[in-house]
């Protein structure tokens, strides 16, 4: 029984802000729900499975009750991202803030030994200084305006290749890089792995042989000991698959079928 991972899925309110809806990322998703349904295996959706930071909390929710019923049936468990922080304060107390049961399997991260090794399961945005904190940052600023961006353009694409999210961030990644460069540091991307393995290694030895998040958008590996599960709100829908055993890979996922992914991430 194979477990799956997704994530950044940044599900919306359905309208020009809301990149999921756009194309056909529901009819793809739907599609890879019925193969790990269909297969009896278990399913992890590694964080910013909602947009909230440009969207209206009540009325995603809404939007997407359906397929809450859904991954509810499937049991899957739901790893908080920092798009859809909001809701964390949710899982405080005794109390059901949120009360369908889907969100009862809702956590900060978790960790589960499959096979000889210890995997952890987060969203990742802790390693990202500019999203790792509940209080607005720079990254949730970026979001407010790309999304006023694609309001303006009547939705999240410019054209056939290029998103509004791709020219309004690559400006400041671009900014963030080269200040990092002048200050001797790496990019932003190698940066976040490198804060990712230096988290897992801890100060007194290894604390996971396995970390699986997203965040960053880029699915891809790092040797044995991490895996990125992309999005599935951009170009190309990608995920984890961790065997039995232990062994794990990165796949994309096109027209209903799993393609392997054998990208090497930077650190």
């Given at each position: 029984?194979?477990?799956?991972?997704?994530?950044?899925?940044?599900?919306?309110?359905?309208?020009?802000?809301?990149?999921?809806?756009?194309?056909?990322?529901?009819?793809?998703?739907?599609?890879?729900?019925?193969?790990?349904?269909?297969?009896?295996?278990?399913?992890?959706?590694?964080?910013?499975?909602?947009?909230?930071?440009?969207?209206?909390i009540s009325k995603v929710l809404t939007k997407r009750v359906r397929l809450?019923?859904?991954?509810?049936?499937?049991?899957?468990?739901?790893?908080?991202?920092?798009?859809?922080?909001?809701?964390?304060?949710?899982?405080?107390?005794?109390?059901?803030?949120?009360?369908?049961?889907?969100?009862?399997?809702?956590?900060?991260?978790?960790?589960?030994?499959?096979?000889?090794?210890?995997?952890?399961?987060?969203?990742?945005?802790?390693?990202?200084?500019?999203?790792?904190?509940?209080?607005?940052?720079?990254?949730?600023?970026?979001?407010?305006?790309?999304?006023?961006?694609?309001?303006?353009?009547?939705?999240?694409?410019?054209?056939?290749?290029?998103?509004?999210?791709?020219?309004?961030?690559?400006?400041?990644?671009?900014?963030?890089?080269?200040?990092?460069?002048?200050?001797?540091?790496?990019?932003?991307?190698?940066?976040?792995?490198?804060?990712?393995?230096?988290?897992?290694?801890?100060?007194?030895?290894?604390?996971?042989?396995?970390?699986?998040?997203?965040?960053?958008?880029?699915?891809?590996?790092?040797?044995?000991?991490?895996?990125?599960?992309?999005?599935?709100?951009?170009?190309?829908?990608?995920?984890?698959?961790?065997?039995?055993?232990?062994?794990?890979?990165?796949?994309?996922?096109?027209?209903?079928?799993?393609?392997?992914?054998?990208?090497?991430?930077?650190?």
């Open positions: 029984m194979p477990t799956y991972c997704i994530s950044d899925l940044h599900m919306g309110d359905g309208g020009p802000r809301d990149n999921f809806a756009y194309g056909t990322h529901e009819k793809e998703l739907s599609s890879f729900l019925d193969m790990v349904e269909q297969s009896g295996s278990r399913l992890v959706i590694c964080g910013d499975l909602f947009e909230l930071w440009q969207s209206n809450l019923d859904r991954l509810d049936r499937m049991k899957a468990i739901y790893v908080l991202g920092n798009h859809d922080a909001d809701l964390r304060y949710f899982m405080a107390g005794d109390r059901e803030w949120l009360n369908h049961p889907f969100f009862r399997r809702m956590a900060d991260s978790f960790s589960q030994v499959i096979g000889p090794r210890r995997f952890h399961f987060t969203h990742g945005h802790f390693a990202d200084p500019y999203c790792a904190g509940d209080t607005p940052g720079l990254g949730r600023i970026t979001a407010i305006y790309s999304g006023l961006a694609e309001d303006r353009n009547g939705g999240p694409m410019l054209d056939k290749y290029r998103t509004v999210e791709d020219k309004v961030v690559g400006r400041l990644e671009k900014l963030v890089s080269l200040w990092n460069r002048l200050r001797g540091k790496p990019d932003r991307f190698t940066e976040i792995n490198r804060n990712l393995r230096d988290w897992r290694e801890g100060k007194g030895g290894t604390v996971y042989d396995v970390v699986v998040c997203g965040h960053t958008h880029f699915p891809g590996r790092i040797g044995g000991w991490h895996y990125n599960s992309g999005t599935w709100a951009e170009r190309t829908n990608s995920f984890v698959r961790i065997d039995d055993d232990g062994t794990a890979g990165v796949f994309d996922w096109t027209n209903g079928r799993a393609i392997p992914n054998e990208t090497e991430l930077p650190v």
